[in-house]
């Protein structure tokens, strides 16, 4: 059920009219249904129910810390890429416990934060990221939990900029260099060898390739029990992605179904080869938490017709929402208050001072300047992406819940943009 509709010809989320939020928060604003991001999130613990498994949400996708605070509530745990969202985390109340560390270059200081809160593991992407990580250990005489990030060279099938899995992506160790990147953290004296994990992309619709990329998983891990290495947990990372509308668009596999297939194959395996002894599983789900539960709603400034092409110049641009300009990203638009008037084909531009700045092209549309617009599937990579160019303050954020609208992030004020900066004296 989609927790965005049309009642009496106006476009809600859940059941507050979006020109309501408009004349009380103004425009650009990123509106969420907390029906929605707790029904996704439950897609993936009902999957779960009754199995040693974590959902480390990926909190890049939306780091809010509303959001944060609800799937902690939920019993999530945090992917991060960053000490800054580690802060997030525990700024929201989460579990440091439940935070798995990814990314291809933490810093010393980073390292230092995240064992200080000891949390789960770090996912490592190379041998001199073990060694940081083994120095910074030492020093603190602590020992760090790690799993090695492996990449195993199969095709997510997916944007090219969103693909991490292939030999020739800058993630993860060459699944041949697995077996020896994990003696090498075994000898390491202050690192633990806790898990195994990988990540192959993002906006997958298809499982196939995550099935395949768990079959060489398995395949590593019983390579390394045979040398009396022993995993004690499974990270798939995240991936599963959502339909963003467009016409001939496949259907994304429902994430019941993907788990599902996970379990069973996990099982198979683990009756197979270790008596039936379970292994602990993580998912590290960003986009299919949190993309459909968003749109951002913007205002028709002006229309500006064309010989080439005609333009419709909203208050929302590239900086509040970056997708289009970054991956070419096609994404719904959708207006607020249908009406009768004549439909024109319109790319949907915002004023920033690039050709790039684009949120949707060739659109039909019947429109009026003033007229509101919902950008929608907008809660993943959205604000977290946004930046301050054209020194153009970032959007509100509100999360609706039922008939109540809380504001979670004020509109950037333009003034403490440039707070931080001084002049030479
Ligand atoms: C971005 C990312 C994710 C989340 O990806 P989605 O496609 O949003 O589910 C998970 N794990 C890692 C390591 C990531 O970088």
């Known amino acids: 059920m989609s927790h965005f509709s049309y009642q009496d010809g106006v476009l809600h989320a859940e059941s507050t009219s979006l020109p309501a939020i408009a004349d009380q928060f103004g425009t650009p604003t990123y509106v969420y249904s907390k029906a929605a991001l707790l029904a ?16 480390c949400y990926a909190m890049k996708a939306n780091s809010n810390l509303a959001i944060l605070d609800l799937l902690a509530r939920e019993g999530a745990g945090f992917d991060i890429v960053s000490g800054g969202e580690l802060l997030r985390v525990l700024a929201a109340g989460g579990d ?23 949390i789960l593991c770090f996912n490592v992407e190379s041998i001199p990221e073990l060694h940081r990580i083994n120095q910074v250990a030492g020093e603190m005489g602590k020992t760090a ?20 899995g292939l030999k020739a992506n800058k993630f993860g160790v060459a699944f041949d260099d697995a077996l020896d990147t994990y003696r090498a953290a075994a000898s390491l004296p202050h690192l633990q060898v806790v898990g195994i994990d990988c990540h192959i992309g993002s906006q ?38 959502i339909n963003y509308g467009e016409a001939g668009e496949a259907e994304p596999v429902p994430v019941g179904d993907y788990l599902r297939r996970v379990f069973a194959r996990i099982d198979a395996w683990r009756a197979e080869k270790y008596d039936g002894k379970p292994i602990k599983v993580a998912f590290e789900p960003g986009r299919s938490i949190v993309g459909d539960t968003g749109l951002l709603l913007t205002r028709v ?60 092209r060739e659109r039909a549309l019947a429109v009026n300047a003033g007229d509101l617009l919902a950008v929608m599937q907008a809660g993943a990579y959205g604000l977290t992406m946004s930046s301050n160019y054209n020194t153009r303050g970032r959007a509100a954020e509100v999360m609706v819940d039922g008939d109540k609208v809380h504001l979670i992030r004020k509109r950037e004020n333009p003034a403490d943009l440039f707070a931080l900066e001084s002049v030479i004296k």
């Not at 790690?146 to 900029?161: G, I």
């Not at 900086?319 to 790319?347: C, F, I, K, S």
């Open 40 to 55: 996704n999130f439950a897609s993936y613990a009902d999957a779960c129910a009754g199995r040693d498994a974590l959902i």
């Open 96 to 118: 440091p416990r439940k935070v798995i560390f990814s990314g291809v270059g933490k810093t010393v200081d980073e390292i230092r934060l995240a064992l200080s809160h000891d």
């Open 145 to 164: 939990p790690v799993s090695l990030r492996v990449n195993p060279n199969v095709d997510a099938k997916t944007h090219p900029y969103i693909a991490t």
């Open 204 to 241: 997958l619709l298809d499982d196939a390739p995550l099935l395949e990329a768990l079959d060489k998983v398995i395949e590593l891990i019983d390579t390394l029990a045979a040398e009396g290495l022993t995993i004690h947990h499974l990270d798939m990372g995240g991936g599963i992605g």
């Open 301 to 360: 400034e002006f229309l500006k017709p064309g010989t080439e092409k005609n333009f419709c110049i909203v208050d929302a641009a590239m900086n509040d929402l970056m997708r289009p300009a970054l991956y070419q990203a096609w994404m719904a638009v959708q207006p607020v208050v249908p009406h009768a008037g004549e439909t024109v084909t319109y790319d949907v531009v915002g004023p920033v001072c690039e050709s790039g700045d684009w949120l949707a």
